[in-house]
Protein backbone atom coordinates (compact mmCIF):
# COMPACT_ATOMS: atom_id res chain seq x y z
CA UNK A 1 0.00 0.00 0.00
CA UNK A 2 1.26 3.70 -1.37
CA UNK A 3 2.24 5.77 1.44
CA UNK A 4 1.81 9.22 2.30
CA UNK A 5 3.05 11.49 -0.92
CA UNK A 6 3.60 15.25 -0.39
CA UNK A 7 4.70 17.76 -3.58
CA UNK A 8 6.94 19.38 -3.52
CA UNK A 9 9.89 17.53 -1.39
CA UNK A 10 11.88 21.64 -1.45
CA UNK A 11 11.29 24.92 -2.58
CA UNK A 12 11.96 28.09 -1.78
CA UNK A 13 10.06 31.20 -2.01
CA UNK A 14 10.78 34.91 -1.53
CA UNK A 15 9.12 36.95 1.47
CA UNK A 16 5.55 37.68 0.30
CA UNK A 17 5.10 35.20 -1.64
CA UNK A 18 2.48 32.69 -1.23
CA UNK A 19 2.95 28.14 -1.83
CA UNK A 20 0.82 25.58 -2.31
CA UNK A 21 2.14 22.32 -0.87
CA UNK A 22 0.17 18.85 -1.77
CA UNK A 23 -0.52 15.36 0.25
CA UNK A 24 -1.72 12.78 -1.00
CA UNK A 25 -3.12 10.44 1.80
CA UNK A 26 -2.86 6.79 2.06
CA UNK A 27 -5.89 4.92 0.27
CA UNK A 28 -9.15 4.38 2.21
CA UNK A 29 -7.93 7.31 4.78
CA UNK A 30 -10.36 9.77 4.96
CA UNK A 31 -8.42 12.36 7.52
CA UNK A 32 -5.82 14.76 6.66
CA UNK A 33 -3.93 16.24 9.37
CA UNK A 34 -0.54 19.45 8.58
CA UNK A 35 1.82 20.33 11.00
CA UNK A 36 4.47 22.75 11.09
CA UNK A 37 8.20 21.86 11.89
CA UNK A 38 11.11 24.14 13.06
CA UNK A 39 13.84 23.45 15.21
CA UNK A 40 12.69 26.35 17.43
CA UNK A 41 9.07 25.62 17.69
CA UNK A 42 9.36 21.81 17.10
CA UNK A 43 6.35 20.26 15.81
CA UNK A 44 3.06 21.92 15.51
CA UNK A 45 -0.34 21.22 14.56
CA UNK A 46 -1.98 23.61 11.85
CA UNK A 47 -5.20 21.91 10.78
CA UNK A 48 -6.97 18.81 10.26
CA UNK A 49 -9.34 17.92 7.27
CA UNK A 50 -12.26 15.47 7.48
CA UNK A 51 -14.38 14.63 4.61
CA UNK A 52 -13.55 17.80 2.89
CA UNK A 53 -13.75 19.71 6.15
CA UNK A 54 -11.77 21.43 8.35
CA UNK A 55 -12.21 19.76 11.86
CA UNK A 56 -9.40 21.45 14.10
CA UNK A 57 -7.00 24.40 13.90
CA UNK A 58 -3.93 25.22 15.93
CA UNK A 59 -2.97 28.29 16.57
CA UNK A 60 -1.49 29.65 13.34
CA UNK A 61 -2.78 32.78 11.46
CA UNK A 62 -5.11 33.11 9.05
CA UNK A 63 -2.24 33.19 6.19
CA UNK A 64 -2.53 29.44 6.68
CA UNK A 65 -5.18 28.16 5.45
CA UNK A 66 -5.87 24.61 3.60
CA UNK A 67 -8.63 22.20 1.90
CA UNK A 68 -9.69 18.81 1.15
CA UNK A 69 -10.89 17.14 -1.81
CA UNK A 70 -13.69 14.60 -2.10
CA UNK A 71 -10.82 12.08 -3.23
CA UNK A 72 -9.33 13.21 0.26
CA UNK A 73 -6.56 14.50 -1.61
CA UNK A 74 -5.18 17.68 0.00
CA UNK A 75 -3.76 20.86 0.00
CA UNK A 76 -2.36 23.84 2.11
CA UNK A 77 -1.49 26.91 1.60
CA UNK A 78 0.18 29.61 2.80
CA UNK A 79 -0.06 33.53 1.73
CA UNK A 80 2.34 36.56 1.92
CA UNK A 81 5.19 34.50 3.14
CA UNK A 82 7.35 35.28 6.05
CA UNK A 83 11.19 34.62 6.89
CA UNK A 84 9.81 32.22 9.82
CA UNK A 85 7.75 30.50 7.62
CA UNK A 86 10.65 28.20 6.51
CA UNK A 87 10.44 24.99 8.11
CA UNK A 88 9.31 21.60 7.09
CA UNK A 89 5.69 20.90 6.53
CA UNK A 90 4.36 17.73 7.27
CA UNK A 91 1.11 16.18 6.55
CA UNK A 92 -0.61 12.48 8.20
CA UNK A 93 -3.27 10.88 6.95
CA UNK A 94 -5.35 8.39 9.38
CA UNK A 95 -8.72 6.10 8.96
CA UNK A 96 -10.63 9.11 11.09
CA UNK A 97 -9.40 11.72 13.68
CA UNK A 98 -5.75 12.55 14.11
CA UNK A 99 -3.65 10.66 16.58
CA UNK A 100 -4.72 11.00 20.49
CA UNK A 101 -8.62 10.45 19.14
CA UNK A 102 -10.00 6.98 18.82
CA UNK A 103 -7.66 4.57 17.10
CA UNK A 104 -5.67 7.81 15.90
CA UNK A 105 -2.87 6.06 14.41
CA UNK A 106 -1.24 8.72 12.48
CA UNK A 107 0.64 7.85 8.83
CA UNK A 108 3.34 10.83 8.04
CA UNK A 109 4.31 11.52 5.38
CA UNK A 110 8.67 12.59 4.03
CA UNK A 111 7.51 16.48 4.09
CA UNK A 112 8.40 19.48 2.39
CA UNK A 113 10.85 21.69 3.20
CA UNK A 114 10.31 25.19 2.76
CA UNK A 115 12.62 28.05 2.32
CA UNK A 116 11.42 31.99 2.41
CA UNK A 117 13.92 33.93 1.37
CA UNK B 1 -3.81 24.62 26.76
CA UNK B 2 -1.75 21.48 27.49
CA UNK B 3 1.79 21.51 27.87
CA UNK B 4 3.99 18.96 27.82
CA UNK B 5 7.59 18.59 28.84
CA UNK B 6 10.52 16.02 28.04
CA UNK B 7 14.28 15.41 28.36
CA UNK B 8 15.94 17.61 25.62
CA UNK B 9 18.26 14.45 24.88
CA UNK B 10 19.10 11.10 26.45
CA UNK B 11 22.54 8.81 25.69
CA UNK B 12 22.12 4.92 26.04
CA UNK B 13 24.42 1.87 25.28
CA UNK B 14 22.97 -0.91 22.95
CA UNK B 15 21.12 -3.54 24.74
CA UNK B 16 20.49 -1.46 27.39
CA UNK B 17 16.33 -0.80 28.59
CA UNK B 18 15.94 3.35 27.84
CA UNK B 19 12.64 5.44 29.70
CA UNK B 20 11.46 8.41 28.04
CA UNK B 21 9.40 10.47 30.34
CA UNK B 22 6.92 13.08 28.65
CA UNK B 23 5.07 14.74 31.63
CA UNK B 24 1.58 16.62 30.16
CA UNK B 25 -0.87 18.34 31.70
CA UNK B 26 -4.41 19.40 31.11
CA UNK B 27 -4.44 17.04 28.13
CA UNK B 28 -8.22 16.11 26.78
CA UNK B 29 -9.82 13.59 29.29
CA UNK B 30 -10.79 11.19 26.33
CA UNK B 31 -8.01 11.00 24.03
CA UNK B 32 -4.89 8.49 23.71
CA UNK B 33 -1.15 9.28 24.48
CA UNK B 34 1.14 8.44 20.99
CA UNK B 35 4.17 8.22 21.06
CA UNK B 36 6.61 8.69 17.46
CA UNK B 37 10.14 7.80 16.76
CA UNK B 38 11.68 10.45 13.89
CA UNK B 39 14.24 10.29 11.78
CA UNK B 40 16.33 13.17 10.24
CA UNK B 41 14.76 13.46 6.33
CA UNK B 42 11.94 11.26 7.48
CA UNK B 43 8.03 12.28 8.99
CA UNK B 44 7.24 10.66 12.53
CA UNK B 45 6.47 7.15 12.65
CA UNK B 46 4.05 5.55 15.18
CA UNK B 47 5.20 3.81 18.31
CA UNK B 48 2.59 3.02 21.14
CA UNK B 49 -0.50 4.93 21.79
CA UNK B 50 -2.63 4.18 25.09
CA UNK B 51 -4.84 5.66 27.39
CA UNK B 52 -4.36 4.42 30.91
CA UNK B 53 -1.78 1.55 32.97
CA UNK B 54 0.10 -0.19 30.71
CA UNK B 55 0.34 -0.67 26.94
CA UNK B 56 3.12 -3.26 25.34
CA UNK B 57 3.67 -4.07 21.57
CA UNK B 58 6.50 -5.69 19.39
CA UNK B 59 8.81 -2.75 19.88
CA UNK B 60 8.05 -1.00 23.75
CA UNK B 61 5.75 -0.58 26.53
CA UNK B 62 4.05 2.55 27.34
CA UNK B 63 3.24 3.37 31.09
CA UNK B 64 0.48 6.26 32.10
CA UNK B 65 -0.19 6.53 35.58
CA UNK B 66 -3.69 7.09 36.94
CA UNK B 67 -3.60 10.95 36.57
CA UNK B 68 -2.73 11.05 32.98
CA UNK B 69 -0.41 13.58 34.31
CA UNK B 70 2.69 11.62 32.72
CA UNK B 71 3.78 8.43 30.48
CA UNK B 72 6.91 6.93 30.00
CA UNK B 73 8.24 5.36 26.91
CA UNK B 74 10.17 1.96 27.50
CA UNK B 75 12.11 0.43 24.70
CA UNK B 76 13.95 -2.67 25.89
CA UNK B 77 17.60 -3.57 24.58
CA UNK B 78 18.09 -0.28 22.35
CA UNK B 79 20.75 -1.08 19.16
CA UNK B 80 21.82 1.70 17.17
CA UNK B 81 18.94 1.76 14.56
CA UNK B 82 17.03 3.12 17.42
CA UNK B 83 19.27 6.69 17.60
CA UNK B 84 16.37 9.21 16.48
CA UNK B 85 13.87 11.78 18.21
CA UNK B 86 11.08 10.50 19.93
CA UNK B 87 7.68 12.76 20.57
CA UNK B 88 4.88 12.34 22.57
CA UNK B 89 1.49 13.50 21.49
CA UNK B 90 -1.29 14.59 23.05
CA UNK B 91 -4.64 16.00 23.20
CA UNK B 92 -5.80 19.09 24.22
CA UNK B 93 -7.73 19.73 27.19
CA UNK B 94 -11.02 21.98 27.27
CA UNK B 95 -14.03 22.15 25.11
CA UNK B 96 -12.78 24.60 23.17
CA UNK B 97 -9.74 22.79 22.44
CA UNK B 98 -10.80 19.50 21.39
CA UNK B 99 -9.09 18.15 18.33
CA UNK B 100 -5.87 20.11 18.88
CA UNK B 101 -2.82 18.15 19.42
CA UNK B 102 -0.13 18.86 21.20
CA UNK B 103 3.63 17.53 20.57
CA UNK B 104 6.15 17.22 23.09
CA UNK B 105 9.28 19.19 22.33
CA UNK B 106 11.60 16.25 21.28
CA UNK B 107 13.67 13.06 22.85
CA UNK B 108 16.98 13.09 21.09
CA UNK B 109 18.26 9.29 22.01
CA UNK B 110 21.66 8.37 21.17
CA UNK B 111 22.65 4.77 21.23
CA UNK B 112 26.30 3.91 21.30
CA UNK B 113 27.76 0.98 20.83
Known amino acids: KAGVTQTPRYLIKTRGQQVTLSCSPISGHRSVSWYQQTPGQGLQFLFE???????NKGNFPGRFSGRQFSNSRSEMNVSTLELGDSALYLCASSLDGPGGTNTGELFFGEGSRLTVL | LAKTTQPISMDSYEGQEVNITCSHNNIATNDYITWYQQFPSQGPRFIIQGYKTKVTNEVASLFIPADRKSSTLSLPRVSLSDTAVYYCLVGDGGSSNTGKLIFGQGTTLQVKP
Open chain 1, 49 to 55: YFSETQR
